[in-house]
């Protein structure tokens, strides 16, 4: 009865209430209010997205600026060590452009995997293609004391890398990496991912480089009464061109790098194309060509940079207070090399001089040319240093594991 009472037009002024009419009023403009923002969300929305849009774009340039500066500090830094003499100077730039980077700016930065894959294949066709007939000649001639003499490297290796584990936080993997005698850009690639910690193996690798690199030609002429200028230089012949070597360079990685998946070799980024250029190289197929020189640089400055963004404050402390035990031990190694020079020079009748050079742990390309300036056995000393830097690197892997399984806990 009330309901419709309130709802007969007679009794409207006397049962309903005054502010009917003024609240419709404001409920109808409200619902007007409501009727007109769908047409204007459209434009919000779009306002919206585009700010996200070049908020998206404003941080890509940022990282697109934040790589271009490291990498040309890399290149500068390396054509600066370079011209000091320094060995593998675009590996040495980019160590300590990407060390820069990652102490003065908090943000972390990291190289794109795919770039670091490219680098360790470059880097494995590279050491690949150092493998020849007449090296592997030269080798067959004294194979058993040149075999005993590359195993017993590995050995002093060991027991080095044994000692430097007993410094406080270096483990047992890191400490044999970082001492392993020979094939330091190749060791220093494998590291991460055969869990050491490649920053002190990178540091303590070209750390025993840079001092072999110093004492072997005052050691070459003091002790062993090597002439500078005795040899004959190359007149710097070149093989098939940069274009053969490109077209060698890149299949050679990516038959190496499927292949090693494939097969799962450890590290197959780097040992795959190291064995198929090795391959290739003896067959012949080759025909000479050989890893372009700026494509080589690219890829240790690709290395270096990747291991110079991964250090802290912390790492950085840590690696240096390791460095006065870690120097002592490698001048021990060095020298104790240096005495298995003198028994493979014994027994296979070469001069002392080029059993010396044939030893030296690290440092082939000084070594070369050592050799190539004083008159010594190039291609003895060469097929040497290449058959240990092989056995380094392939013992890698076998190492690591048997160090993880005889951790103690």
């Known amino acids: 009865m009330r309901a419709g009472a309130q709802g007969h037009p007679r009794l409207a002024g006397a049962h309903q209430p005054r502010a009917a009419p003024a609240g419709r009023a404001a409920f109808d403009a409200h619902a007007a209010e409501l009727r007109r923002i769908p047409a204007a969300d459209p434009s919000c929305a779009r306002s919206r997205g585009t700010g996200r849009v070049t908020a998206v774009r404003g941080r890509r340039g940022a990282k697109l600026l934040d790589a271009a500066v490291v990498v040309a500090g890399a290149v500068v830094v390396g054509l600066l060590l370079d011209l000091a003499g320094m060995p593998t100077p675009a590996l040495f730039g980019g160590l300590v452009a990407g060390l820069v980077r990652a102490l003065a700016v908090r943000r972390p930065a990291r190289v794109p995997e795919p770039a670091g894959i490219a680098a360790q294949a470059v880097i494995?066709?590279?050491?690949?293609?150092?493998?020849d007939l007449g090296a592997l000649r030269a080798v067959a001639v004294n194979w058993l004391p040149v075999l005993l003499v590359t195993f017993a490297t590995l050995a002093l290796s060991l027991g080095a890398g044994s000692a430097l584990r007993l410094h406080r936080g270096i483990s047992p993997v890191t400490g044999a990496f970082a001492m392993i005698?020979?094939?330091?850009?190749?060791?220093?690639?494998?590291?991460?991912?055969?869990?050491?910690?490649?920053?002190?193996?990178?540091v303590l690798q070209y750390l025993r480089v840079l001092l072999i690199v110093l004492l072997m030609p005052v050691v070459a002429t003091t002790a062993y009464g090597a002439t500078a200028g005795a040899g004959i230089i190359p007149d710097g012949a070149s093989g098939?061109?940069?274009?053969?070597?490109?077209?060698?360079?890149?299949a050679c990685s990516v038959a190496g790098v499927a292949g090693g998946r494939l097969l799962r070799l450890p590290v197959a980024a780097l040992l795959g194309p190291l064995t198929v250029a090795a391959i290739v190289d003896l067959t012949g197929l080759s025909g000479g060509a050989e890893v372009p020189g700026l494509l080589e640089d690219a890829a240790f400055l690709g290395i270096g940079l990747q291991v110079g963004v991964s250090f802290t404050w912390g790492s950085l402390r840590a690696i240096g207070g390791a460095l006065p035990v870690a120097l002592g031990i490698t001048a021990a190694?060095?020298?104790?090399?240096?005495?298995?020079?003198v028994l493979l020079a014994g027994v296979t009748g070469v001069s002392a001089l080029d059993g010396y050079l044939a030893t030296t742990p690290g440092g082939l390309n000084?070594?070369?040319?050592?050799?190539?300036d004083s008159g010594a056995d190039t291609t003895f000393v060469l097929s040497v240093q290449v058959l240990r830097l092989l056995v380094m690197l392939g013992s890698a892997p076998l190492i690591a594991r048997w160090l993880r399984r005889s951790r103690p806990g």
């Not at 020979?182 to 193996?201: H, P, S």
Request: aromatic share 4%; charged share 10%.
């Open 333 to 341: 190694l060095i020298v104790a090399c240096a005495g298995l020079g």
């Open 366 to 372: 000084a070594v070369l040319a050592t050799a190539r």
């Open 240 to 250: 098939p061109g940069w274009g053969a070597g490109l077209a060698f360079t890149a």
């Open 181 to 202: 005698a020979g094939g330091a850009a190749g060791i220093t690639v494998m590291a991460r991912e055969l869990g050491a910690d490649e920053r002190t193996v990178a």
């Open 124 to 131: 494995g066709v590279a050491v690949g293609a150092l493998v």
